[in-house]
């Protein structure tokens, strides 16, 4: 992977797969959108950024102590994802799935933002989580800039949990408000420690986020998948079902993916959602 600083961007040409297209619009992160240009301006880890593509190379806006400390693990640089698509292709339909959603990535999130973005998620479509998201962070997230314009971060546990149901009203986030109010409380009180989940095994993580109300598997799987840096994980929506339906009518045994499972997920989700 070679770096180099190009104007007010960072230039990246990696060695295998990236497409910000797919990384953002597979299901696993909710503040990118796309610009009329192509590229994709959002907001993580309390900083915004524009990120494009051109020939083979990524850029991002910023310096190299950004990428160094913020997006290099962000959109983990370190890991050959050319190596673990060729793991995922297990059968005709996962060669299929990968080559589909080659340049899919998985991100490595805040833990606290994944955890109340994925309570929105239940029983959500993806637009109105954004909606739902954003809103959050325009109403009580810190103040970041980007080419002089002011963005949003996604507000801290702290100051959610200071929060009452009805000053979340204006989320219209219904039944979950009061799951996102427990979560944050939990976490700012140190109840509900994501530092040391992280540090479980997956099995064990799981169990304990699932303790909390309103958290599910498909949930509690996407949290420790996309913010808990446990790439075995396997969450299962409807996508995921239809595609396990069509494709395994005995089922899917996703241990077969081993550290990919996650990875493998991404392409089926993908791969199944897109082409409908």
């Not at 309103?214 to 799987?221: C, F, L, Q």
């Not at 299962?236 to 493998?264: Q, R």
Request: some cysteine; charged content about 30%.
């Amino acid at each position: 992977m070679r770096i180099e600083t190009a104007g007010n961007e960072i230039k990246i040409t990696p060695e295998d797969d990236f497409s910000a297209k797919k990384i953002f619009d597979c299901g696993q992160c909710f503040r990118w959108n796309e610009n009329p240009d192509g590229s994709y301006t959002g907001v993580a880890l309390g900083r915004a950024a524009r990120v494009r593509e051109d020939r083979g190379s990524v850029y991002i806006t910023g310096t190299i102590e950004d990428f160094e400390t913020v997006w290099s693990d962000y959109f983990d640089f370190g890991s050959n994802y050319a190596r673990r698509r060729k793991l995922c292709a297990v059968d005709d339909y996962m060669l299929a799935a990968s080559e589909y959603g080659r340049g899919i990535r998985i991100l490595n999130q805040d833990r606290w933002e994944a955890l109340c973005s994925f309570i929105i998620s239940q029983c959500n479509n993806i637009p109105r989580i954004k909606k739902i998201v954003e809103t959050m962070s325009s109403l009580w997230g810190e103040g970041t800039e980007l080419e002089g314009r002011e963005y949003r971060a996604f507000p801290d546990a702290e100051r959610v949990a200071a929060l009452s149901e009805r000053e979340l009203e204006p989320l219209r986030s219904g039944y979950r408000a009061p799951y996102i109010l427990n979560a944050a409380r939990m976490v700012s009180e140190g109840r509900l420690d994501l530092e040391a989940l992280s540090k479980l095994e997956y099995a064990e993580a799981k169990r304990r986020l699932m303790e909390l109300p309103g958290i599910g598997e498909k949930v509690a799987n996407c949290v420790v998948l996309f913010s808990l840096r446990m790439p075995s994980a396997f969450p299962i929506d409807v996508w995921i079902k239809k595609a396990i339906a069509e494709h395994y009518p005995n089922g899917l045994d996703t241990s077969v993916f081993g550290e990919n499972a996650g990875l493998a997920q991404q392409y089926m989700f993908y791969y199944q959602r897109d082409r409908k």
